[in-house]
């Protein structure tokens, strides 16, 4: 039979000639192993019990989206991060990752120089994220240029990542600001809180600036009026296109018919960019 000098350190349990022992607590005991048959005869061993490392609970949550990450804690130090299965990974700084989702566990293991180790763990959720379809609309736009972009996802919010390059409205038309790339983003929010965005890049193309008309604002019917601006290289025209006034290369209108019109002079650019004055 097997004894234990000290219950309170550490038990032991006989099976045939085997003394099975089980760790309580930290100190020295002695286990002692008796044999009678007859007469008694007994061996002892000095035994050491080890104190485990004393982890405290993993902080951080315990609920991530697929494609989202969920940074955990724990402020025992030197322990080694895993995961239970591939739904979700986890660095050595305890920031999981959801793959796919489903349960998982996340541990945290902290071993001490005797080598007695304590683990915890921190059930994780891992929650879908919706279903995202690329944004569709042009690569590029005039800075002075506004287009429609959509997306067959619905639900969504349109953002630009630079307001100053681009800005998008509530119902995806973007227009362009000023030379330069800018990120147009679009987020869908699912049930679960889980979100998902896309984005296009899109590159607005300059303009060249053109100055004030100069010029009457009012004509007599049958008269002519001088128009000129100070930017070189425009092109004269009037909204009516003739119907009320027409406006000659020179930038000499005539008023052919009683109404309003417009004066247009539209400065264009080797990118393709036109910006007009009136």
């Not at 940074?71 to 299965?85: E, I, M, P, R, Y």
Request: charged share 5%; with cysteine; glycine share 12%.
């Amino acid at each position: 039979f097997y004894y234990s000098s000290n219950t309170a350190l550490a038990t032991v349990t006989t099976s045939l000639y085997s003394g099975f022992v089980t760790a309580i607590s930290a100190g020295n005991l002695v286990i002692t192993y008796t044999l009678v048959n007859g007469c008694s005869v007994s061996v002892t061993k000095n035994i050491k019990v080890n104190a485990q490392p004393v982890v405290p609970a993993i902080t951080g949550g315990s609920v991530v989206c697929t494609g989202s990450t969920l940074q955990l804690a724990d402020t025992a130090q030197g322990g080694v991060w895993s995961a239970s299965n591939s739904r979700v990974t986890v660095s050595s700084t305890g920031l999981v990752t959801g793959i796919t989702s489903g349960p998982s566990t996340v541990s945290y293991k902290v071993t001490n120089s005797t080598g007695c180790s304590t683990t915890v763990s921190q059930p994780i959720t891992v929650n879908a994220s919706p279903t995202v379809l690329a944004i569709q609309g042009a690569d590029s736009l005039c800075a002075n240029q506004a287009t429609l972009y959509t997306d067959v996802t619905t639900g969504g919010t349109w953002g630009s990542l630079n307001t100053n390059i681009a800005t998008v409205g509530a119902s995806g038309v973007v227009t362009g600001v000023s030379n330069g790339t800018s990120s147009i983003t679009y987020t869908v929010t699912g049930a679960n809180s889980c979100a998902a965005t896309v984005s296009k890049n899109i590159y607005i193309k300059a303009i060249t600036p053109v100055n004030a008309i100069t010029g009457a604002g009012m004509v007599c019917l049958n008269s002519t009026a001088q128009y000129s601006n100070t930017t070189t290289g425009g092109v004269w025209s009037t909204k009516s296109n003739g119907a009320v006034a027409g406006i000659s290369s020179t930038g000499l209108l005539t008023a052919y018919n009683a109404g309003q019109d417009t004066v247009l002079y539209t400065v264009g650019n080797p990118s393709g960019c036109d910006n007009v004055a009136q």
